[in-house]
């Protein structure tokens, strides 16, 4: 006998609707504690107004210097955060979910009458957390393009808005927030120490503005494989230095002493960076009910077969790319392949 129906699915929502509409920050509250992102709430779009001060104003004085000369005081750049609609259709039949009583879990003897949730919960929690997982991954690599059935066709990701301020004009040599590095690879040998004085070249060529107080490289785990072994080389240590120690060092040879490396699969591999101040880059979510969020329906004339439809909202948004907050380099990297769920359908 099916272990569920339509019907014991559908009380199953609405009961655990408050709990279901939290679920996919779940899978992205980890990856923004783990980046240092903002999770933030928008009502369809939220806009930033940056102020850069113009320089030069301070004129020596003496009687009659005045001259009504035309000064500009400063300019305004504003940075919009704008949620897309995203959807999930799952189709399933509740006849694959066969009653299975268990007596003992993982050693635990499993009571009953104590139990968290049913059955159905757990049914929609599975189809709910796949969801924010696709989320984790389009937040960095998402592209917009209704014309796709992927997760990186749902909303604009942190790197696409990037591509898009490049193209604008607004990250560039000239502004001093694009520098290149090259790439950062593994070393070939044991004397090798280029991969970590690429990076600490490329870490020093920031504003010192950047590099002092709270700054923050982002970048692939492969980059900081890369220059933690470059750095035994150049030190000659017969072990493998600690995260600490090579954080330490960078830190010391950067002249950023409140430097911290974040990586995170979502990142992807390659040797694309980020150098930004904590808190600078947001992922919004668009301000709504739970009713509206997951829906479960039957969709046939099989009463078995069972349609969960999850709607939402959401994109990205880097709050400044000033250079003295935020620079990059003029690496790319490739979407992670295992971020999302457990195996590729065929």
């Not at 009687?63 to 500009?72: A, F, L, S, V």
């Not at 929690?125 to 749902?154: M, V, Y």
């Not at 494989?225 to 600490?244: R, S």
């Not at 099989?302 to 620079?327: C, L, S, Y």
């Amino acid at each position: 006998m099916p272990a569920m129906n339509i019907d014991s699915l559908k009380r199953a929502n609405e009961q655990y609707q408050g709990v279901v509409y939290t679920l996919p920050l779940v899978a992205l509250q980890e990856m923004a504690a783990a980046l240092k992102m903002n999770i933030i709430f928008v009502d369809k779009e939220d806009v930033i107004i940056n102020r850069r001060r113009a320089a030069g104003q301070m004129r020596p004085y003496f009687p009659g210097c005045t001259d009504n000369e035309k000064t500009e005081l400063m300019k305004f750049v504003e940075m919009r955060l704008k949620v897309d609609k995203i959807y999930s259709e799952i189709e399933d039949n509740v006849t694959n979910y066969e009653d299975k009583k268990i007596f003992s879990n993982a050693g635990e003897v499993v009571d009953n009458k104590t139990k968290k949730h049913p059955a159905e919960f757990e049914m929609i929690k599975a189809n709910i957390q796949s969801f924010g997982e696709d989320i984790c991954a389009a937040a960095w690599f998402g592209e917009r393009d209704i014309t796709k059935k992927s997760p990186l066709a749902g909303f604009n990701g942190v790197y696409t808005v990037m591509d898009l301020l490049k193209t604008a004009g607004y990250i560039s040599e000239e502004e001093g927030n694009l520098v290149e590095s090259g790439a950062i690879t593994a070393p070939a040998d044991s004397t090798s120490t280029a991969a970590y004085d690429s990076l600490v070249e490329w870490i020093s060529s920031a504003s010192s503005f950047l590099l002092s107080g709270d700054v923050q490289l982002l970048c692939a785990k492969s980059v900081v494989f890369a220059a933690k072994k470059a750095y035994k080389n150049k030190v000659k240590a017969h072990k493998d230095p600690t995260m600490a120690e090579f954080l330490e060092a960078l830190r010391d040879d950067t002249f950023a002493p409140g430097l911290e490396v974040s990586f995170h699969d979502a990142l992807g591999t390659g040797s694309r960076m980020i150098l930004t101040k904590k808190g600078n880059i947001d992922l919004g979510r668009q301000t709504g009910k739970g009713a509206e969020f997951c829906q479960v329906r039957n969709y046939s004339k099989d009463p078995n077969e069972v349609q969960f439809w999850i709607q939402d909202a959401f994109g990205t948004r880097i709050r400044d790319v000033h250079k003295k907050v935020f620079m990059t380099n003029e690496q790319t990297n490739t979407a992670p392949a295992g971020l999302y769920g457990d195996y590729t359908p065929a």
